[in-house]
Nanobody, 121 residues
Framework: VQLQASGGGLVQAGGSLRLSCAAS????????VGWFRQAPGKEREVVAT????????YYQDSVKGRFTISRDNAQNTLYLQMNSLKPEDTAVYYC???????????????WGQGTQVTVSS
């Protein structure tokens, strides 16, 4: 499966952004997918993941209540709605797919290119 993330940008603290990840190739609905981010000088980390059905979701503690992950299997698209953004959310955001639901970044085999999110204070 090929993935392409979009929707990043520059936003003030407290603002919102919606990231999208368009999938092509293999059947999107067969994969668990997730959003990950990497800030300068830091390791890549899990932000949120969602099962193939959309019923099971995981959020990193720091984004709970502010970010919402969702998917539209008919449109082969993954979303991340980000509200109440903070400067510490600044990072390159990546979408990725795995053959089974996981919160372990090592289980994700298919990666899209990143999209930069910058939150100014």
């Amino acid at each position: 499966v090929q993935l392409q993330a979009s929707g990043g940008g520059l936003v003030q603290a407290g603002g919102s952004l919606r990231l999208s990840c368009a999938a092509s190739g293999r059947t999107f609905g067969n994969y668990a997918v997730g959003w990950f981010r990497q800030a300068p000088g830091k390791e890549r980390e899990v932000v949120a993941t969602i099962s193939w059905s959309g019923y099971t979701k995981y959020y990193q503690d720091s984004v709970k209540g502010r970010f919402t992950i969702s998917r539209d299997n008919a449109q082969n698209t993954l979303y991340l709605q980000m509200n109440s953004l903070k400067p510490e959310d600044t990072a390159v955001y990546y979408c990725a797919a795995a053959t089974g639901f996981s919160v372990d970044i090592a289980r994700y085999d298919y990666w899209g290119q990143g999209t930069q999110v910058t939150v100014s204070s």
